[in-house]
């Protein structure tokens, strides 16, 4: 068996072991990562085998797949491991060498050919391309109304979103909500009531991250950018590019400037996923509330915080972490607010794959500028 893995990969892993070796197995990693429920071992044990030189081990373990690179656990290592470098790492080992038949790999292998050609993702192409492989996706009914969209041309193609104004803030879109026309036109709208001016940038296609290849992100600007993902503030850093989620950046203006919100329920579970700065991300969605006159109904933080499936969770069906969620905000009769566009739509599958009567909304969907928010506040999920 042993014979049957590469000298290179065994030299790799060498080398990861002697940045490892401080580590104490203290479980820090484990504790802190946001997507505890979903993983079968767990960062530590990753460096477990690490450490161990198992690399046959190593090439199998899905749960590298299932890491969402939100740095958690290198935060809170107190040997000062790169644990989540070591996530990626194994990642890289896999696609080089071999490994697992897991969706979320066969997702970050297609993701990077196709962003290696063009800067942004076709969700039809690419749902095509997973299916011709053998992944068919958990929600049918999701996928379907995707490729309607996409196919009757409703999904917007160019940047678009301009919010006149002094001084438009640079806006960049990331590809999710360039192919979400709803949200799109909900996100315009706040700013718009909000006076918040916006200037969306060229070249806002896919960030790169949702490869976990080695694809840079295609924007290229020496100035600050408002984002609406997580995963783009994630991606855009790495290059060195200031990010500042703008829903954050609107209730802040709201509040500098005493703008009441509205909001299109008086009570919400937040839902802020794994990649956000999860504590920034709630005391803003409690600021929120408290402009909307809102109740926000929370639990304890890692309920708010876990993985909503990002990547693998169309495939997969819906993560633990949030059939909680969903369970505890069907129990509290609210419904789901979330800043991320990706979580928002995993989280609705989830919710009709659980038959649960709960909606989601994305935030702009749910928060609007007081006394305009009947208008278009229509975030049903599971109908
Ligand atoms: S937190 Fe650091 S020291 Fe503790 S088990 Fe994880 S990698 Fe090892
Ligand atoms: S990077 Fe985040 S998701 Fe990945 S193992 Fe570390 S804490 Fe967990």
Same mark, same amino acid.
């Given at each position: 068996?042993?014979?049957?893995?590469?000298?290179?990969?065994?030299?790799?892993?060498?080398?990861?072991?002697?940045?490892?070796?401080? =580590?104490?197995? *203290?479980?820090? /990693?484990?504790? %802190? !990562? &946001?997507?505890?429920?979903?993983?079968?071992?767990?960062?530590? +044990? @990753?460096?477990?085998?690490?450490?161990?030189?198992?690399?046959?081990?190593?090439?199998?373990?899905?749960?590298?797949?299932? =890491?969402?690179? *939100?740095?958690? /656990?290198?935060? %809170? !290592? &107190?040997?000062?491991?790169?644990?989540?470098?070591?996530?990626? +790492? @194994?990642?890289?080992?896999?696609?080089?060498?071999?490994?697992?038949?897991?969706?979320?790999?066969?997702?970050?292998?297609?993701?990077?050919?196709?962003?290696?050609?063009?800067?942004?993702?076709?969700?039809?192409?690419?749902?095509?391309?997973?299916?011709? +492989?053998?992944?068919?996706?958990?929600?049918?009914?999701?996928?379907?109304?995707?490729?309607?969209?996409?196919?009757?041309?409703?999904?917007?193609?160019?940047?678009?979103?301009?919010?006149?104004?002094?001084?438009?803030?640079?806006?960049?879109?990331?590809?999710?909500?360039?192919?979400?026309?709803?949200?799109?036109?909900?996100?315009?709208?706040?700013?718009?009531?909000?006076?918040?001016?916006?200037?969306?940038?060229?070249?806002?296609?896919?960030?790169?991250?949702?490869?976990?290849?080695?694809?840079?992100?295609?924007?290229?600007?020496?100035?600050?950018?408002?984002?609406?993902?997580?995963?783009?503030?994630?991606?855009?850093?790495?290059?060195?590019?200031?990010?500042?989620?703008?829903?954050?950046?609107?209730?802040?203006?709201?509040?500098?400037?005493?703008?009441?919100?509205?909001?299109?329920?008086?009570?919400?579970?937040?839902?802020?996923?794994?990649?956000?700065?999860?504590?920034?991300?709630?005391?803003?969605?409690?600021?929120?509330?408290?402009?909307?006159?809102?109740?926000?109904?929370?639990?304890?933080?890692?309920?708010?915080?876990?993985?909503?499936?990002?990547?693998?969770?169309?495939?997969?069906?819906?993560?633990?972490?949030?059939?909680?969620?969903?369970?505890?905000?069907?129990?509290?009769?609210?419904?789901?607010?979330?800043?991320?566009?990706?979580?928002?739509?995993?989280?609705?599958?989830?919710?009709?794959?659980?038959?649960?009567?709960?909606?989601?909304?994305?935030?702009?969907?749910?928060?609007?500028?007081?006394?305009?928010?009947?208008?278009?506040?229509?975030?049903?999920?599971?109908?």
């Amino acid at each position: 068996m042993s014979t049957l893995v590469p000298e290179q990969a065994r030299a790799t892993v060498r080398e990861l072991e002697a940045q490892c070796r401080q =580590c104490l197995q *203290c479980g820090q /990693c484990i504790g %802190a !990562c &946001p997507n505890g429920f979903e993983l079968e071992l767990g960062p530590r +044990r @990753v460096v477990r085998m690490i450490l161990s030189q198992d690399v046959e081990k190593l090439l199998k373990c899905e749960d590298v797949w299932r =890491c969402s690179e *939100c740095q958690a /656990c290198t935060e %809170a !290592c &107190p040997m000062e491991v790169d644990v989540a470098g070591m996530m990626g +790492r @194994v990642r890289e080992l896999q696609m080089e060498f071999g490994g697992v038949r897991c969706p979320e790999r066969k997702v970050a292998e297609i993701a990077t050919k196709r962003l290696s050609r063009k800067n942004k993702i076709d969700n039809m192409l690419f749902g095509t391309a997973m299916v011709s +492989r053998g992944f068919i996706p958990s929600d049918l009914l999701a996928t379907a109304e995707m490729g309607i969209k996409m196919s009757t041309g409703k999904v917007r193609r160019r940047p678009r979103l301009t919010v006149e104004g002094t001084e438009p803030k640079p806006f960049y879109a990331g590809c999710s909500l360039q192919q979400d026309k709803e949200a799109f036109n909900a996100t315009a709208k706040v700013a718009r009531e909000l006076g918040f001016p916006l200037a969306e940038q060229e070249g806002a296609g896919c960030c790169g991250h949702g490869s976990r290849g080695k694809v840079p992100a295609k924007l290229e600007t020496d100035k600050s950018v408002f984002t609406v993902c997580p995963a783009c503030d994630y991606s855009l850093q790495e290059v060195e590019i200031e990010t500042e989620p703008v829903w954050q950046a609107l209730v802040e203006h709201a509040r500098r400037e005493e703008l009441k919100l509205a909001a299109a329920k008086p009570r919400f579970v937040p839902y802020v996923g794994c990649l956000t700065d999860r504590e920034t991300a709630l005391g803003s969605l409690a600021d929120a509330a408290e402009l909307a006159d809102a109740e926000m109904v929370s639990s304890y933080p890692g309920l708010h915080a876990g993985c909503c499936g990002a990547l693998g969770a169309m495939f997969r069906g819906p993560t633990e972490a949030v059939l909680k969620l969903i369970d505890f905000a069907a129990e509290n009769e609210a419904p789901i607010v979330t800043p991320c566009l990706l979580c928002r739509d995993n989280v609705r599958s989830a919710v009709r794959s659980a038959k649960k009567k709960v909606h989601v909304y994305f935030w702009p969907e749910f928060f609007q500028a007081a006394g305009t928010a009947a208008t278009t506040a229509d975030g049903e999920a599971d109908d």
